[in-house]
């Protein structure tokens, strides 16, 4: 059987310490704003979007670049994480459909959450989780680890360019 694969975009967006998450109706877990890449969109161009979507803000990725020169050719921001996502496991275990992801993390400059889509969350389905509140949590313990990660990745990205370290 072959395996369908379509990429997707994922980003924990990031606000003094807290990382936003909602409840994915849909899928019954708690997840950060993200989907699919559209064809004609690069994959931290679609995680911009899905952001700007799902919470209406504007965000700014944390991401490295690559030091490349080479004609015709540019470096993109490089995603924190590549992930791949088992979505349709049949029950002989074979794999219908994955999703190839590419997972950013971004700061935001604030907390409200305004939807600037069609069919989303609403932002009384998004909370705002701290280190500690993951940690206590029962949420799925990859979105308790990465989004730790994000906080820490970003609030030190957000602290060194404040004091000129960056």
């Known amino acids: 059987m072959e395996t369908t694969r379509h990429f997707t975009a994922t980003t924990f967006v990031v606000n003094d310490g807290a990382t936003a998450l909602h409840d994915h109706e849909?899928?019954?877990i708690t997840l950060p704003p993200g989907g699919h890449v559209d064809r004609d969109e690069l994959p931290h161009e679609a995680a911009l979007r899905e952001v700007h979507?799902?919470?209406g803000f504007e965000?700014?990725?944390i991401a490295d670049r690559a030091d490349v020169d080479a004609p015709n050719?540019?470096?993109?921001?490089?995603?924190?994480?590549?992930m791949l996502h088992d979505i349709n496991v049949h029950p002989d275990g074979s794999v219908g459909h994955q999703h190839v992801d590419h997972l950013?993390?971004?700061?935001?400059p604030h907390r409200r959450i305004?939807?600037?889509?069609?069919?989303e969350a609403t932002p009384d389905d998004w909370g705002w989780y701290t280190p500690d509140d993951l940690r206590a949590s029962d949420l799925e313990p990859d979105v308790v680890a990465l989004g730790r990660e994000a906080i820490a990745v970003v609030d030190d990205a957000v602290s060194g360019a404040a004091d000129g370290s960056d």
């Open 73 to 82: 050719s540019r470096a993109l921001p490089e995603p924190a994480h590549l």
């Open 53 to 55: 979507e799902e919470t």
């Open 104 to 108: 950013y993390f971004a700061h935001v």
């Open 59 to 61: 965000a700014e990725l």
């Open 26 to 28: 849909r899928l019954g």
């Open 114 to 119: 305004e939807p600037a889509g069609d069919d």
